[in-house]
């Protein structure tokens, strides 16, 4: 029996680059104009090969080349953290040490990119687990703050300026618990709502941080069992929660990720006042399904409920199941109903809208599209898609060949624009030069693809989420 790199050697292919084109849909197949070699897993873990393998080195670069011309009234840093483990190798993409991308826009110019890993303590030790701070999946900024994610364990704080790490955050010793990877602001108060859930009791905690940065409020949620919770939302009058049926199962851990499909259990979404307690929350019964992410959610005139989000049949439970659909759900209290239909066509995750409509009715939503034809428990992303909730259009950017998009953020080009008057930022790789680039969106039309893009001095890995902080 041959081993892969034995058996690539002697057909006279490159096993990087035949990886490289499964993980990217077939793309960059032109044998004239074949991408750079790229590492490969001799064990076929995806998440340590192509583009998502880890880098080694922090490095600096100064005086980007912008292709295009960026509007000189965009001005912040993108950063984007995302897994990269240290050693070298994970047991699942989720698992790797955090590492911060940043890149800083200004009057028209790139001014610098640097990457840094987030010294943790998990880092500092090289043992890296489970339970671990990795602070590797989302950003948030609030009370002059900015604080890296992980939602196994409480924040830590960043310098942005260099993006270099400050230390855990714990809000004077206030916060015992673990911290969701996606808090919400609320635009009108300035407070800021987080989750935390674990596998014991309690299995899911809500907390309040007031406008000034302070934690306000904690309420212990009793459910049944421990679930996996990684989103939730909010509305002017309520925190919805998801109670669904992705349960820890500790005897599991050993195959890295401790969770198990339990659709027997049911799912369900709550809604529990942001001023209540446990014994406020009114549970609305859905069909079983997970969900990740999801868009925003908010109050209708009628008193009603409305979630939106990216829906998913299963998760862990088969390989290659169908990627996110954008889904609605609208839940009545007065009646105790729940209502639930597909949003849009296609599929879509790793969702954003204008933050300054969180909790709000909003018109327009963006989101990655999926490739749905690989082995693989998560598919690559092929494509952004922008989806008009008022006409019910979608329109669809589809990257060019070897090109593939990370999480994609909407930032207004000033404070009285429209939901789209603005520019989309993602970071895409680019296969045929072997480096990433800052692709630039003009918001309202998406699909003519990023009429500006800043390359980076080098590929930087996929990753999970990213936030533009303002100049």
């Known amino acids: 029996m041959l081993n892969r790199r034995e058996f690539f050697r002697l057909t006279g292919a490159s096993g990087a680059s035949l990886l490289f084109a499964h993980a990217f849909g077939g793309c960059a197949s032109d044998p004239t104009h074949m991408p750079p070699a790229l590492p490969e897993d001799p064990m076929g873990r995806w998440w340590l090969s192509g583009n998502y393998a880890p880098i080694e080195d922090e490095i600096e670069a100064f005086e980007l080349e912008v292709e295009g011309a960026l509007p000189p009234s965009l001005a912040g840093t993108l950063v984007r953290n995302g897994p990269n483990p240290a050693a070298g190798e994970s047991v699942h993409w989720l698992l790797g040490d955090g590492m911060l ?18 010294q943790t303590q998990a880092l500092r030790s090289g043992m890296p687990s489970l339970a671990s701070n990795l602070a ?29 790490t400050i230390g855990e955050y714990d809000y004077a010793g ?58 939730f939302q909010v509305t002017e ?36 006042p942001r001023d209540g307690s446990s014994a406020t929350v009114q549970w609305f019964e859905i069909e079983p399904c997970f969900m990740f992410h999801a868009f925003n959610a908010f109050d209708t005139p009628s008193g009603r409920v409305v979630l939106e989000g990216c829906r998913l049949d299963s998760f862990f439970a088969e390989v290659n199941a ?49 490739d749905d034809t690989t082995g693989r428990d998560i598919a690559p992303p092929n494509g952004i898609r922008k989806i008009d909730r008022r006409s019910g259009e979608t329109s669809l950017w589809t990257p060019g060949a070897g090109e593939q998009p990370d999480e994609a953020l909407f930032v207004p080009i000033d404070g009285d624009a429209a939901e789209d008057g603005g520019v989309l930022l993602s970071m895409i790789f680019d296969a045929n030069r072997g480096r990433s680039f ?3 969106f003009d918001a309202t039309r998406v699909a003519d693809g990023p009429f500006a893009k800043v390359w980076m001095p080098r590929r930087v890995p996929f990753g999970f989420h990213g936030i533009w902080l303002p100049a």
């Not at 109903?337 to 709000?360: C, I, K, M, Q, Y």
């Open 101 to 118: 991308h940043g890149v800083r826009l200004e009057g028209g110019r790139a001014l610098w990119y640097r990457n840094r890993y987030i």
């Open 136 to 164: 590797n999946t989302a950003l948030k900024t609030h009370g002059g703050r900015l604080l890296a994610l992980y939602e196994a364990a409480p924040p830590t704080e960043i310098d942005p300026s260099d993006l270099s």
């Open 174 to 231: 206030l916060l015992r618990r673990p911290m969701t990877a996606h808090p919400k602001i609320d635009p009108a108060t300035g407070e800021m709502f987080f989750i935390g859930y674990a596998p014991f009791p309690p299995y899911v905690t809500y907390h309040v941080v007031d406008a000034s940065g302070a934690l306000a409020r904690t309420v212990e949620v009793e459910l049944p069992a421990g679930v996996m919770m990684h989103d």
């Open 237 to 272: 009058r309520y925190a919805v929660l998801f109670d669904l049926p992705l349960h820890f199962d500790l005897a599991r851990i050993a195959q890295g990720l401790p969770f198990r499909w339990a659709p027997e259990a049911g799912a369900r979404l709550g809604l529990l």
């Open 322 to 370: 169908p990627p996110a659909s954008p889904w609605r759900w609208e839940l009545d209290p007065e009646r105790g109903t729940a209502s639930e239909e597909r949003l849009a066509d296609g599929n879509a995750d790793f969702p954003h809208v204008d933050e300054r409509r969180v909790g709000r009715e909003h018109r327009i939503a963006y989101g990655l599209r999926f």
């Open 438 to 440: 800052l692709g630039v």
